[in-house]
């Protein structure tokens, strides 16, 4: 169980590349240690304040904004687990781990799913990725929803974790999606 203890406040200043973006999603790739439906849920509660006023998860972004979170700082966070969950490992080397997750599987640990997720599969898998690219998300680069089954890439060391989500971040990985 994780205590909060008092919140961190911070503004930031729309950038030009997040005009025109959702400001969930922006958010998601600013700060990829949380997840969108964390951000989401902080958006309702309203501890995400766009010019200081109340506002959607999906409002687009304008230039020259000014973005306040109000956030709880989280203390006594349980360390993660490994857990011997199969896994369908696709390509691996010295620096990445593609693995194919299947619909219903969470990738992240969070309220809820504190257990059972994807990161405790490949913590198992690669005990070694605990704390590349962030304590709660050891070498997770990009998510994929709970209901969402596909390829995730898995960064093995602190260069490729980093490489990986400039990559991400830069729109260069080419993803190809198939709704049925």
């Avoid at 109340?54 to 687990?81: F, H, N, W």
């Avoid at 620096?95 to 994807?118: C, F, Q, R, W, Y």
């Amino acid at each position: 169980m994780s205590n909060c203890s008092q919140p961190a406040t911070r503004t930031v200043t729309t950038p030009p590349e997040a005009v025109g973006q959702r400001l969930d999603r922006w958010l998601a790739e600013q700060l990829p240690e949380q997840s969108r439906s964390a951000i989401q849920r902080w958006i309702k509660a309203g501890a995400i304040r766009v010019d200081g006023a109340l506002v959607k998860a999906g409002q687009a972004l304008e230039a020259q904004q000014q973005i306040t979170l109000t956030i709880p700082q989280v203390t006594d966070v349980p360390s993660l687990t490994a857990e011997a969950i199969p896994l369908k490992i696709l390509y691996e080397d010295d620096n990445l781990l593609i693995v194919d997750k299947e619909a219903g599987m969470v990738v992240h640990p969070a309220p809820g799913h504190e257990s059972g997720t994807l990161v405790h599969a490949i913590l198992h898998h690669c005990p070694e990725l605990e704390g590349v690219g962030g304590e709660r998300r050891p070498g997770i680069v990009h998510r994929l929803d709970k209901e969402t089954s596909g390829l995730l890439v898995v960064a093995k060391n602190d260069r490729a974790h980093r490489d990986l989500q400039a990559q991400f971040k830069a729109r260069t990985v080419y993803k190809e999606y198939l709704a049925l």
